[in-house]
């Protein structure tokens, strides 16, 4: 290993390979202790977790810069059924982030690695091919099936496969692949949809996913499953019920009307399956969520302060490239290359800060980054249809400043708040946090962005081309919907930050 370069020191900061890898229950139990020796063909294991890690992590950013594209192809405004084609992924996800890591004990690691890049591989070919808007959403759940099932066992391998001296520094170039697909995925959709066509960002996977699938039958080292292990399957699925029906009713109240039947048995469901899991999961021997970690105070703080930052900064991704393409009349590869203002300043800070939340602490930083994160909101919030594009850009940055300077330090608070014992499980409820937050912004910016006509707006804008900006009164619709959505969204920040900020000081790493 590289001097000064410690194992610990690489997973604090870069959360997201932390968070990723403690997906999996098992994770870090998963491969042999080792003093050091070389393992033959380790880097090549990275490879091939590489390029599953690369295409899971590219989905949940490519496809947002290319919703303006797929709205004009199937003539569907910003409203529920577009909105799913993003959450039915997330969700997905959600559900079975924690479940996939204890298949991987059943059925052994590289069966299940091997299950989620086919599955996944499918589904985007599906999704390039999908003839209308269900079957598009119905094969991005497909896909998540499979992203699931990659992102839960990645870890696994990588510790299986590297020694114990190596396993910091080979998590943490997980990590730069997952920086590397969240920062490539808006210019490198804003491409293909424009030169090519929407549909080639799914069909791009199609190539990888078979490169993947041979080299990991000649590479992965097999393992044999643990057949008495147990996973939460009733768990998953409660999870999976109640997220995705308080998530429809958000998306879908615009059109159904906030008052309809369906919409509000659609709330009652949720809250009657999150009632019902956590009873279950109070009985079952091995629960997807460990209810005893939400005894201690630090921890249900970070973990209501990721999911709002989340729910903050994520309906960014989601409307702004409807801004550029829509009121701004952009390309979409210039859309694309602006919105990568955004991750590309967490892939160039986080690591610094990282450094910098190990000697100051989360008290600090995480309602520092949340306070910067409502500002930039704000700001975002504020433009028109003349603001200028670098000023545009740079608010975009701020906010992946804001992120930066919150997520190491908050992920390190949170793990540090969970029992050495139950750090699996801590990390698999942070990484299903993060896409909680990422699904529950969606649904409530696109809720309000509709429910104030931003969407009917955006529609018209789109018909009607620069006729269209050109009309005060779809200009003036269109941003106070998306105002609105933004200013909400600062709303969540600044509760996040009021949390931490009253954080117990145990929750300093």
Same mark, same amino acid.
Request: positive net charge; aromatic residues 8%.
């Given at each position: 290993?590289?001097? $000064? ?98 298949? $991987? ?6 069966? =299940? ?5 086919? &599955? ?24 998540? =099936? ?14 299986? #496969? ?12 997980? #990590? ?11 210019? /490198? ?7 090519? $066509? ?105 973990? !209501?302060? /990721? ?22 009349? /952009? ?70 400043? #804001? ?27 942070? %990484? ?8 529950? !912004? ?10 104030? $006509? ?29 105002? %609105?959505?933004?200013? &909400? ?16 000081? #145990?929750?300093?790493?």
């Amino acid at each position: 290993m590289e001097a $000064g370069l410690r194992p610990g020191y690489v997973w604090r900061m870069l959360p997201d390979a932390r968070a990723d890898a403690a997906g999996a229950p098992s994770a870090g139990a998963s491969g042999p202790a080792s003093s050091g020796a070389e393992r033959p063909g380790k880097w090549a294991v990275f490879s091939v977790v590489a390029i599953g890690v690369l295409m899971a992590t590219l989905d949940s950013s490519i496809v947002n810069i290319s919703l303006p594209s797929i709205a004009r192809a199937f003539e569907r405004p910003l409203n529920g059924p577009l909105q799913w084609v993003v959450i039915a992924y997330l969700l997905v996800i959600v559900a079975l982030l924690t479940t996939g890591g204890r298949l $991987g004990d059943i059925w052994g690691k590289k069966r =299940v690695w091997q299950l989620g890049l086919s &599955v996944f591989t499918a589904g985007s070919a599906l999704c390039g091919l999908a003839p209308n808007i269900a079957t598009l959403i119905a094969f991005r759940a497909l896909q998540g =099936v499979g992203a699931a099932l990659l992102m839960a066992i990645s870890p696994a391998l990588l510790t299986s #496969a590297f020694p114990a001296h190596e396993r910091g520094r080979a998590l943490g170039m997980n #990590a730069l692949s997952v920086a590397v697909g969240v920062s490539t995925g808006p210019p /490198l959709g804003g491409f293909i949809a424009e030169r090519i $066509g929407w549909r080639w960002i799914f069909f791009i996977n199609v190539p990888l996913g078979l490169l993947g699938i041979v080299l990991a039958a000649l590479i992965l080292p097999r393992a044999a499953g643990r057949g008495a292990a147990r996973f939460d399957a009733g768990g998953a699925l409660l999870v999976g019920v109640a997220l995705a029906s308080i998530t429809g009713a958000l998306s879908f109240a615009h059109d159904l009307g906030y008052g309809s039947p369906l919409v509000w048995a659609a709330l009652l469901g949720g809250a009657a399956a999150l009632r019902g899991l956590v009873r279950h999961e109070a009985k079952h021997p091995a629960p997807i969520i460990d209810l005893g970690l939400f005894r201690q105070p630090a921890f249900r703080s970070a973990l !209501s302060c /990721l999911v709002l930052s989340f729910m903050a900064l994520f309906a960014v991704a989601f409307l702004t490239p409807f801004y550029f393409e829509q009121l701004r009349g /952009l390309s979409t590869e210039d859309s694309g290359l602006l919105m990568i203002a955004y991750p590309l300043m967490i892939a160039l800070l986080a690591p610094f800060a990282g450094a910098l939340s190990d000697r100051v602490g989360s008290r600090v930083l995480a309602p520092a980054g949340l306070g910067l994160a409502s500002l930039a909101l704000v700001l975002l919030g504020s433009i028109g249809p003349d603001t200028p594009l670098p000023w545009v850009a740079g608010c975009l940055g701020l906010g992946g400043v #804001a992120q930066a300077l919150f997520q190491p330090a908050n992920n390190s608070a949170l793990l540090g708040a969970a029992p050495r014992d139950r750090q699996g499980l801590a990390g698999g409820l942070l %990484a299903t946090g993060r896409v909680l937050g990422q699904s529950l !912004s969606i649904a409530l910016s696109g809720a309000v962005f509709a429910g104030l $006509g931003g969407a009917d707006a955006a529609r018209e804008l789109s018909e009607r081309g620069a006729a269209g900006a050109s009309d005060p009164r779809l200009v003036q619709e269109f941003l106070t919907g998306y105002r %609105a959505a933004l200013w &909400v969204s600062a709303a969540c920040a600044l509760l996040g930050m009021c949390i931490a900020l009253g954080r117990p000081r #145990a929750a300093r790493v």
